[in-house]
């Protein structure tokens, strides 16, 4: 085998290992806290249309005595409040007491009656394509009164440092393709002097993913096609008589 035909296969072939993505492409379905459809923040106690509450505790005897659509408000109580792209969320307003808790005339529904913590669960789905090779999502959270953990499709993942009241977090594995889902408990801690204690969470995210570089696929090919023309010319020259080959 001659240099130059050695050297022409290796180049084909390393065309055909090298991996060829994208740059990051926005996950557009994915929502922080308190926004309509077009990224936008809600009104005081409109309906989120991306976060859901998936588990609640037993309040006045009803096991999970909410399960839906979460609401945003604007809670100046609360220390974060409102960021600009980002609102709070939590139940819809509930119960007979609208004297315990009154941020901007709203009060938030929390454990009741209930002398020991009470957990919450926060869910916001979003998709990603069947070709994706990578992806990521960072963000910050805060929770009232604490975060205790963050999941992505039932996986538990880790969350970092607290930055004025919100705990930073990055996930960069356990994705699938199509539909995920993403998770935040909350813990509520009672305090015995009150019957309604408020409870609620805001997050603020985003996330990127690559695919496969369509042109490097191509090269790929065109590299498959290169190495085999080559190795058919080199058979066929193989097969000539010394006085055919060309000089």
Same mark, same amino acid.
């Given at each position: %085998?001659?240099?130059?035909?050695?050297?022409?296969?290796?180049?084909?072939?390393?065309?055909?290992?090298? !991996?060829?993505?994208?740059?990051?492409?926005?996950?557009?379905? @994915?929502?922080?806290?308190?926004?309509?459809?077009?990224?936008?923040?809600?009104?005081?106690?409109?309906?989120?249309?991306? #976060?859901?509450?998936?588990?609640?505790?037993?309040?006045?005897?009803?096991?999970?005595?909410?399960?839906?659509?979460? *609401?945003?408000?604007?809670?100046?109580? #609360?220390?974060?409040? $409102?960021?600009?792209?980002?609102? #709070?969320?939590?139940? !819809? $307003?509930?119960? $007979?007491?609208?004297? &315990?808790?009154?941020?901007?005339?709203?009060?938030?529904?929390?454990?009741?009656? &209930?002398?020991?913590?009470?957990?919450?669960?926060?869910?916001?789905?979003?998709?990603?394509?069947?070709?994706?090779?990578?992806?990521?999502?960072?963000?910050? #959270?805060?929770?009232?009164?604490?975060?205790?953990? %963050? *999941?992505?499709?039932?996986?538990? *993942?880790?969350?970092?440092?607290?930055?004025?009241?919100?705990? /930073?977090?990055?996930?960069?594995?356990?994705?699938?393709?199509?539909?995920?889902?993403?998770? =935040?408990?909350?813990?509520? @801690?009672?305090?015995?002097? &009150?019957? =309604?204690?408020? /409870?609620?969470?805001?997050?603020?995210?985003?996330? /990127?993913?690559?695919?496969?570089?369509?042109?490097?696929?191509?090269?790929?090919?065109?590299?498959?096609?290169?190495?085999?023309?080559?190795?058919?010319? +080199? +058979? =066929?020259?193989?097969? +000539? *008589?010394?006085?055919?080959?060309?000089?």
């Amino acid at each position: %085998m001659s240099v130059h035909f050695r050297s022409a296969v290796f180049g084909a072939l390393l065309a055909l290992a090298i !991996p060829v993505v994208t740059s990051a492409a926005p996950i557009t379905d @994915l929502f922080s806290t308190g926004l309509d459809a077009s990224g936008t923040l809600l009104p005081n106690g409109g309906t989120d249309p991306h #976060w859901t509450v998936i588990s609640s505790p037993t309040i006045s005897g009803t096991p999970n005595f909410y399960n839906g659509s979460a *609401k945003a408000y604007y809670i100046t109580a #609360w220390t974060p409040t $409102n960021q600009a792209n980002s609102q #709070w969320i939590s139940m !819809p $307003n509930g119960g $007979n007491d609208t004297t &315990e808790f009154v941020p901007t005339d709203q009060f938030v529904e929390g454990a009741v009656y &209930e002398f020991v913590p009470q957990d919450y669960v926060y869910q916001t789905t979003f998709t990603l394509p069947a070709d994706f090779v990578t992806a990521e999502i960072t963000g910050r #959270w805060v929770a009232d009164n604490e975060g205790i953990a %963050m *999941k992505l499709n039932g996986a538990t *993942k880790p969350f970092g440092s607290i930055v004025d009241g919100f705990q /930073t977090f990055s996930i960069t594995d356990g994705f699938v393709a199509g539909s995920n889902t993403l998770s =935040f408990d909350v813990r509520n @801690l009672r305090q015995v002097a &009150e019957n =309604f204690n408020p /409870t609620g969470m805001q997050v603020q995210l985003s996330g /990127t993913y690559a695919v496969p570089e369509p042109t490097g696929m191509g090269l790929a090919a065109s590299g498959l096609a290169v190495a085999g023309g080559l190795g058919i010319r +080199r +058979r =066929f020259l193989s097969r +000539r *008589k010394p006085d055919q080959l060309p000089a």
